[in-house]
């Protein structure tokens, strides 16, 4: 009771933090429960306990026979056969392994030390003592912050053991995946304090992210090739003049402050989602597909300072990702611009905030940019029309801003939407054959009188029409059997509920895709 009062009250008062905080409550139940502790152990391995007996059971503790036989005054002494409890050696290890009891300079200077990660598992066995102890021998905690991983289990949530053979040998996933693809898959899956179940498959996730690192690495770097005066660097803000690079900028600082909040705060998780969504969504499948355009036509000056921005925001990315995946982002970072000797993105600094570069309107203004956008592609897509085929596009609002907006960024929405000729008009002109959609208050028609076989096209919906019809009759034929009910599975019977919701669901676009064509 005296070592867990002083252990109890150090996490209680703050001076060492739990992260998940729940974990505090299974601590307090221990240090409040407290019992003796048995320190022997009948094992073969093992520090031997240093305790020495003579013949009337009389015992010495010394750290060696010598001293022994010294204190008892005979050399007829037996040691204990036992050893010392794993986790009784294990306690002593914050301080023991810098050099204590000696004031050494490392004790001077790592201890206390920051962070202890551990599993939740051993609180008491690990963590509780290692408090204890330190409190006990050097007056001081041993750690500042203890982050409490989940536990990594089986897919069917069993605990992973040699005994069961439902292990995962990480060796295996560093071969086959990459020691990146292991790391960023486990990160991915460790949700704050929550144990993680574990397949091989969940690696392809990893792999899969690095490959997008890597090839959108190598599409920079074939610009780069063409224009080698760009370099990755931030453009003075009264230079950036294409609403799509502010768009980015003000993503990518949220995104810094995002990732690093979160990794200040120990979810991981959070941290990694930050950066995963950030370079997947708006850097890869938005402003890469945005710059295409200016990396290919435009003039020397424009590609270079587009490129450079690329380049500035591909190379933070990579520091932020480098805690994760640290194997890819050094070598692509080595790539990116020619390094000195012994450089390395480790100690190449965080990236750091920019909030004069955030600004909320313009992430407003080219959401509704990709929201047209996408609406056309959609609109392309249920039409039947040839890819290689462009269209025209009627833009109408009653908004002044938004007139102007359109009319500004019209190149953009042109050059990912396949849109041929755009017209942005405050009256609404809605062409004789056209198909149309509305986005936060924008009315968008794509005219397709000569695009496509109004005939043969609204053929093909009805048939399309027909046979999903015929399938939703088929399920509710199942589903109005008494016997299949009985019989079926629940998960059986959820499975044709969600395919007929989606069938429906199909049958009505494509009945308004139809309408259109009226």
């Given amino acids: 009771e005296e070592l867990a009062k002083p252990a109890l009250e150090a996490v209680k008062n703050g001076d060492i933090r739990f992260h998940p905080e729940k974990w505090y409550k299974t601590y307090e139940h221990w240090m409040t429960n407290i019992r003796d502790w048995c320190i022997s152990r009948q094992l073969w391995w093992g520090h ?30 037996r040691q204990d056969e036992d050893v010392l409890d794993t986790w009784f050696s294990s306690w002593l290890v914050p301080f023991s392994s810098m050099g204590w009891p000696e004031k050494t300079p490392e004790i001077n200077y790592f201890f206390p030390t920051h962070l202890l990660v551990t599993g939740p598992d051993i609180i008491f066995f690990w963590v509780a003592r290692m408090i204890m102890a330190s409190l006990e021998f050097t007056g001081k905690v041993p750690f500042r912050q203890v982050y409490f991983n989940g536990i990594v ?5 069993c605990k992973m053991s040699k005994s069961l053979g439902n292990g995962i040998d990480p060796i295996d996933v560093i071969e086959k995946y990459s020691a990146d693809a292991l790391r960023f898959t486990l990160v991915d899956l460790s949700a704050e304090g929550q144990d993680i179940h574990l397949a091989e498959k969940h690696f392809e996730i990893g792999r899969n992210f690095s490959n997008k690192v890597w090839n959108a690495f190598r599409l920079l770097w ?10 990755p660097e931030l453009p003075d803000p009264k230079n950036i003049t294409d609403i799509v690079d502010r768009w980015i ?19 991981l998780h959070d941290a990694m989602q930050y950066v995963y969504h950030f370079f997947w969504t708006d850097f890869c499948d938005w402003y890469l597909e945005f710059t295409k355009d200016r990396l290919y036509n435009a003039s020397d000056e424009i590609k270079k300072q587009t490129l450079s921005t690329a380049l500035y925001i591909m190379e933070g990315i990579l520091k932020l990702l480098h805690p994760i995946t640290p194997f890819i982002t050094e070598e692509i970072w080595q790539k990116l611009e020619s390094r000195r000797d012994g450089e390395s993105i480790l100690t190449a600094g965080w990236p750091a905030g920019n909030s004069a570069m955030i600004s909320d309107t313009i992430e407003i203004d080219v959401e509704l940019l990709k929201s047209i956008i996408v ?24 908004d002044d801003r938004i007139t102007t907006l359109l009319i500004a960024t019209q190149n953009h929405i042109a050059n990912l939407s396949r849109s041929e000729k755009i017209s942005v008009s405050t009256e ?3 062409p004789k054959l056209s198909a149309s959609a509305v986005v936060s208050g924008v009315e968008i028609y794509v005219p397709l009188e000569g695009i496509i076989d109004v005939s043969l096209e609204r053929q093909r919906l009805q048939k399309e029409i027909d046979r999903l019809e015929g399938q939703v009759q088929s399920i509710d034929r199942k589903l109005m059997n008494s016997d299949f009910i009985a019989k079926a599975p629940a998960q059986v019977l959820d499975k044709e509920k969600a395919k007929r919701e989606n069938f429906k669901q199909t049958i009505e676009k494509l009945q308004g895709s139809l309408k259109q064509l009226e």
């Fill in 249 to 267: 900028l003000s993503r990518y600082f949220k995104a810094v402050e995002g990732i690093t909040s979160g990794l200040e705060a120990f979810k």
């Fill in 375 to 398: 609406a056309v592609r959609n609109i392309r897509n249920e039409m039947n029309v040839p890819p290689a085929k462009k269209t025209d596009l009627i833009l109408v609002t009653g």
């Fill in 153 to 157: 289990r089986d897919e069917k949530g």
């Fill in 428 to 430: 609404k002109v809605k």
């Fill in 222 to 231: 074939m610009h780069k090739t063409n224009v080698p005066e760009a370099r």
């Fill in 48 to 77: 031997r306990i240093p305790a020495f007996y003579d013949r009337e059971g009389k015992i010495y503790v010394a750290r060696n026979i010598v001293d022994a036989e010294k204190q008892a005054g005979t050399k007829e002494l």
